[in-house]
């Protein structure tokens, strides 16, 4: 599938669009992808414009990923600041597929972009794609990436002990999950078993996020 179609939504006074980017659009995110603060808590380190290309080759070709930049719209500029995806899509009995994102601009970090692309992408997940669940894995201590995946309804399966030294010390790895509420998707997720509560709580949550996608995100 390689890249998602545009996705709108407005956060704060920000225009912000999930939507495809070019081999040289790349470019963009190299600057960010240099420095420790960004990739700290990233399976990636520092890149480079081959590196990259490399990267957006192997995007552009694969069909069991969906990916988009992520732009702003701020004073007429429409500027590329980072990138989400849903990748290892599964069409067996269960679908599903992986989660990730990264803003390379950190002027933007903190400023709820995070938890609105979240939310556009498992709406666009659940609700276009068909898929029952979404994963995800965050190192503790990203707080911000943590923070934004339980807003839009993930919530922890497991932890996997000591995945990466990172910022001064070895790290424990969260690994979360995002059911589709609908209830064709969570009974057969269920299948028969009783949801845990913390699932029940984060079913809602996904919910909201569906609802608030409804309402505000424009699938161009
Ligand atoms: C993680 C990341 C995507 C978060 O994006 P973001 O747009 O800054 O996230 P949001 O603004 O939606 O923030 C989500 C919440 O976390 C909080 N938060 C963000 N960064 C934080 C930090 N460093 N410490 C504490 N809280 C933080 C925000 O305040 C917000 O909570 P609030 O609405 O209650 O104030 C971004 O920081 C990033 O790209 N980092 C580098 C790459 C990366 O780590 N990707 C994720 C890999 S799992």
């Keep these: 599938m390689a890249f998602g179609p545009i996705m709108q939504f ?3 006074n920000l225009t912000v669009q999930l939507a495809p980017f070019t081999r040289d659009e790349t470019q963009a995110f190299i600057a960010g992808l240099q420095r420790e603060s960004v ?5 990636i380190g ?16 694969d069909p069991s990923s969906v990916t988009w930049g992520i732009w702003v719209i701020e004073d007429g500029e429409r500027k590329l600041i980072g990138n989400s995806a849903i990748h ?3 069409r067996a009995h269960i679908h599903q597929g992986t989660t990730g994102s990264a803003i390379t ?5 903190g400023r709820g972009i995070a938890s609105a692309a979240h939310k ?3 709406w666009y997940g659940f609700e276009k794609l068909g898929l029952h669940r979404l994963r995800s894995a965050v190192i503790q201590g990203n707080i911000g990436s943590r923070t934004a995946l339980e ?11 000591n995945h ?8 424990h790895m969260d690994n979360l999950e995002c059911l589709n509420p609908a209830e064709w998707a969570w009974s057969q997720w269920w299948n028969g078993e009783r949801p845990t509560a913390a699932a029940k709580r984060a079913r809602v949550r996904t919910q909201v996020t569906l609802d608030w996608a409804r309402a505000n995100v424009t699938l161009l």
Excluded: C, M, N
């Excluded at 990739?39 to 399976?43: S, V």
């Excluded at 807003?151 to 002990?161: A, K, Q, T």
């Design 10 to 12: 407005e956060v704060g």
């Design 39 to 43: 990739t700290r808590f990233l399976e």
């Design 46 to 61: 520092p890149q480079t414009i081959e590196s990259e290309h490399a990267w957006f080759d192997k995007v552009q070709s």
């Design 88 to 90: 290892h899509l599964e």
């Design 105 to 109: 601009e950190q002027q933007y970090w």
């Design 120 to 122: 556009a992408r498992t």
């Design 151 to 161: 807003r839009s309804g993930y919530e922890l399966v497991y932890v996997e002990r």
């Design 164 to 171: 990466r030294f990172a910022g001064g010390k070895l790290r």
